[in-house]
């Protein structure tokens, strides 16, 4: 199972000029796509399923504002 995140704090480390999380939602045309404000947003919600024996994969071109991802073991 796949859950596409984009995290919309990204924009601004981009220094793209801000839009509306609609835009977002309307160019990757899914219903399984969740668009957060905070990297601890993201995490949070990560954190919040249960899955057993989860496997991630994360791609970045930056650090999720320094959050360490060792956190998602506890």
Not at 7 to 21: A, C, D, S, V
Not at 39 to 52: G, M, P, T
Request: hydrophobic letters at 35%.
């Amino acid at each position: 199972m796949s859950f596409p995140e984009f995290l919309y704090e990204q924009t601004k480390n981009k220094k793209l000029k801000p839009f509306p999380k609609d835009i977002v939602y309307k160019a990757f045309e899914g219903n399984n796509l969740h668009v957060y404000d905070s990297s601890d947003e993201l995490f949070r919600f990560i954190k919040a399923q249960n899955y057993s024996n989860p496997v991630y994969l994360f791609m970045s071109s930056g650090d999720f504002n320094g959050f360490d991802i060792t956190k998602l073991l506890e």
